[in-house]
């Protein structure tokens, strides 16, 4: 497109190379570059998204409309302020965006989402950067005239804590709890720490690691000048 960047591809390189041999050595897939689409960067909708996009648009026979989809997409964030496209506003637009496209009515149905962000329920640029002529539709409907009537609770964080069950433990474990399931904390701490990939900035630990992983051999030695490295595997217990 006649830009050019100042990203220094030289710097990227061993971190590809790094990244591409774990992948390999650990048997993960290894990605491949796609071909460039100006378009993501217009309507942001994240990956997941676009499949389920697609696959609501199949459900009602609009496959078709998917193109029309994402560009109503880019149309319904603008008009919103452009909330960024992380969860759950991405959803709020994607949905949007789609609901328009099948009705064949711009906001003639709105979520209640859609109607919780024009009130400020999801912070206060819903409110404040929306288009106006666009909040003003969303806002005629009795819905939302039932949701403007019933504000939502603001309960303090030691409310939260006792509704939650969560008085005394620290605020770390109180945010966890708050955002995830307890199966997913559990997982998680039971994952322990990050795992420590060996690279070819170490290559004699990376090679007695894999030696040490061999079945087939008692007794090995590594030897090169005066330095000798030997492994021997102890005799099974009987």
Not at 98 to 105: F, L, M, P, Q
Not at 190 to 205: C, M, N
Not at 209 to 230: C, N, P, T, W
Request: hydrophobic residues 40%; glycine residues 6%.
């Amino acid at each position: 497109m006649g830009y050019q960047t100042l990203i220094d591809e030289a710097l990227l390189q061993p971190v590809s190379a790094h990244f591409t041999c774990i992948a390999k050595r650990e048997g993960f897939p290894v990605g491949a570059p796609v071909e460039y689409d100006y378009s993501q960067y217009q309507h942001q909708v994240p990956g997941g998204m676009i499949s389920n996009l697609r696959f609501q648009l199949r459900k009602v026979g609009m496959e078709h409309k998917f193109d029309e989809a994402l560009q109503e997409t880019m149309e319904v964030r603008a008009e919103l302020g452009y909330p960024i496209m992380v969860t759950p506003l991405s959803q709020f637009v994607g949905s949007q965006a789609a609901i328009n496209v099948i009705v064949g009515e711009r906001y003639k149905e709105v979520t209640d989402q859609i109607i919780q962000y024009a009130l400020g329920y999801w912070g206060k640029e819903g409110a404040e950067l929306m288009a106006p002529e666009v909040k003003a539709k969303i806002l005629d409907r009795p819905r939302a005239r039932e949701w403007a009537a019933q504000p939502p609770p603001e309960p303090t964080v030691a409310e939260l804590r006792k509704k939650m069950n969560a008085g005394n433990i620290t605020d770390e474990d109180f945010l966890l709890r708050w955002n995830l399931e307890a199966g997913e904390i559990e997982t998680m701490r039971a994952a322990g720490a990050p795992k420590e990939y060996l690279t070819a900035r170490q290559p004699l630990v990376q090679l007695i690691d894999a030696l040490s992983k061999r079945k087939d051999y008692r007794h090995i030695v590594v030897q090169k000048g005066e330095m000798m490295v030997s492994l021997n595997r102890a005799a099974a217990a009987t």
